[in-house]
């Protein structure tokens, strides 16, 4: 049964709602700002000297309970992909524009070592029409952990990147992701083994269609300069003089790329490294380690032109390697510079001008 009363549906009149007006003052002028927020945010308006401005009072409590609907979602402001007239600057196209060194844990396959977790920083960028004011930068986030669970590989890759291109409408994308590879290595002479780590790099790129598949590797390693150790050995046959030659810690970023269908594995780039050049900085040394080491650099004295070249010899000679740069920067024990030298093999890494940075990115931090 319903019970109708008169008494709740009336209007209240001006003079009952100026009382209640009266009391909720008083009221205010003495409460809490906990009682206020309460009872009703829009309240502490009615204190004696609450601001006279006609901006609402908000409330500063976090709304727990507060859920999104689609209506509101859809209600929301989004300046960075709204129209052309919000466009500020030159009415240009922007080649890269995304987000850079997200990281998550990321599963590899191996050559030698099964699967492996290792820490990843992945940067994702597409390119971005003249007319467009900007993009998503999420849903580069989004796509690339819809396959995050997956044991990577160029194909998962492109998986992302398909993705996310096609969210956000664009011609061309870019996905690089970096990395701390482990390898054991072996000592020269004295049974120890330890891990060595490379700084590698998965790149895919696509311009115009064409998408391509670039590795990055650092490999680190020592230089004997053979014009020092010439002039060491010298002193000693001509004068009896001990001398002993200049070598330093060397840093070469080999780039390449990855030819379609081919399987090249972060082992493989490691090995052709190798055998251009031996002298690779040790992991664990004991005193006939450092001997061996010291007869290994007597034995592949070695210019940053050498290097270079050497590095070169050992790419061109795999087939599965298209277009690649040398990057070598020997860091000088004798001069307060660098030597440096760059090598590169085909259009993907052709450039006229380089970063005025790049050799400064070759120190090898252990």
Same mark, same amino acid.
């Given at each position: 049964?319903?019970?109708h009363t008169?008494?709740?549906?009336? *209007?209240?009149s001006? $003079?009952?709602?100026a009382?209640a007006l009266?009391?909720?003052r008083? %009221?205010?002028?003495?409460a809490?700002d906990?009682?206020i927020?309460?009872?009703?945010?829009?309240?502490?308006?009615?204190a004696?000297?609450?601001?006279?401005?006609?901006y609402p009072a908000l409330s500063?409590a976090?709304?727990d309970?507060?859920?999104v609907?689609s209506?509101?979602k859809?209600?929301?402001?989004?300046l960075q992909?709204?129209?052309s007239?919000?466009?500020?600057?030159?009415n240009?196209?922007?080649q =890269?524009?995304?987000?850079?060194?997200?990281r998550l844990?990321?599963q590899?396959?191996?050559r030698d070592?099964?699967?492996l977790?290792?820490e990843?920083?992945?940067?994702?960028?597409?390119?971005?029409?003249?007319?467009k004011?900007?993009i998503?930068?999420?849903r580069?986030?989004?796509?690339?952990y819809?396959h995050?669970?997956?044991?990577?590989s160029?194909?998962v890759i492109e998986?992302?990147?398909?993705?996310y291109?096609s969210?956000?409408e &664009?011609f061309d994308?870019?996905?690089?992701?970096?990395?701390?590879?482990?390898? *054991?290595?072996?000592?020269?002479r004295?049974?120890l083994s330890?891990?060595?780590?490379?700084d590698? +790099?998965?790149?895919?790129?696509?311009q115009?269609?064409?998408?391509? *598949?670039?590795?990055?590797?650092?490999?680190?390693?020592s230089s004997?300069?053979?014009c020092?150790?010439?002039? &060491?050995? =010298?002193a000693r046959?001509?004068?009896?003089?001990?001398a002993t030659?200049?070598? /330093?810690?060397s840093?070469?970023?080999? &780039?390449?790329?990855?030819k379609e269908g081919?399987c090249l %594995?972060f $082992?493989d780039?490691?090995d052709?490294c190798?055998? +251009?050049?031996?002298?690779e900085t040790q992991?664990?040394? *004991?005193?006939e380690? $450092? /001997?061996?080491? +010291?007869?290994?650099?007597?034995?592949?004295?070695?210019f940053v032109e050498?290097a270079a070249?050497?590095?070169a010899?050992?790419l061109q000679?795999?087939?599965r390697?298209?277009?690649y740069r040398?990057? +070598?920067?020997? /860091? $000088?024990?004798l =001069?307060s =510079?660098?030597?440096v030298?760059?090598?590169?093999e085909g259009?993907l890494?052709a450039a006229e001008?380089l970063?005025?940075?790049l050799f &400064?990115t070759?120190?090898?931090v252990g």
């Amino acid at each position: 049964m319903n019970v109708h009363t008169p008494e709740i549906d009336r *209007k209240p009149s001006q $003079e009952e709602a100026a009382e209640a007006l009266e009391l909720l003052r008083r %009221w205010a002028s003495k409460a809490q700002d906990a009682e206020i927020e309460a009872l009703d945010p829009l309240v502490a308006r009615l204190a004696p000297d609450s601001a006279p401005d006609s901006y609402p009072a908000l409330s500063r409590a976090y709304p727990d309970n507060f859920s999104v609907d689609s209506d509101y979602k859809a209600g929301l402001p989004d300046l960075q992909n709204g129209p052309s007239s919000l466009i500020r600057g030159a009415n240009r196209a922007i080649q =890269h524009v995304g987000i850079s060194n997200f990281r998550l844990p990321i599963q590899y396959h191996t050559r030698d070592n099964g699967d492996l977790h290792l820490e990843t920083s992945v940067t994702g960028t597409v390119s971005l029409e003249a007319d467009k004011k900007g993009i998503n930068m999420s849903r580069i986030m989004r796509s690339f952990y819809a396959h995050a669970d997956k044991t990577f590989s160029f194909e998962v890759i492109e998986a992302a990147l398909d993705d996310y291109k096609s969210d956000l409408e &664009s011609f061309d994308a870019r996905i690089n992701m970096r990395f701390s590879f482990p390898m *054991k290595v072996d000592s020269l002479r004295s049974g120890l083994s330890g891990y060595q780590y490379y700084d590698i +790099a998965l790149e895919l790129v696509e311009q115009d269609g064409v998408r391509r *598949k670039v590795m990055h590797l650092d490999y680190v390693y020592s230089s004997t300069c053979p014009c020092s150790l010439e002039l &060491s050995e =010298h002193a000693r046959r001509t004068r009896g003089q001990l001398a002993t030659p200049h070598s /330093q810690r060397s840093v070469a970023r080999i &780039s390449v790329e990855v030819k379609e269908g081919e399987c090249l %594995w972060f $082992e493989d780039v490691v090995d052709m490294c190798r055998r +251009a050049v031996p002298t690779e900085t040790q992991v664990m040394v *004991k005193r006939e380690d $450092e /001997q061996a080491f +010291a007869e290994l650099n007597a034995a592949n004295p070695i210019f940053v032109e050498d290097a270079a070249r050497l590095f070169a010899e050992q790419l061109q000679a795999d087939a599965r390697v298209g277009d690649y740069r040398v990057v +070598a920067s020997h /860091q $000088e024990s004798l =001069h307060s =510079h660098d030597a440096v030298s760059v090598l590169t093999e085909g259009d993907l890494f052709a450039a006229e001008s380089l970063d005025p940075k790049l050799f &400064s990115t070759l120190f090898h931090v252990g």
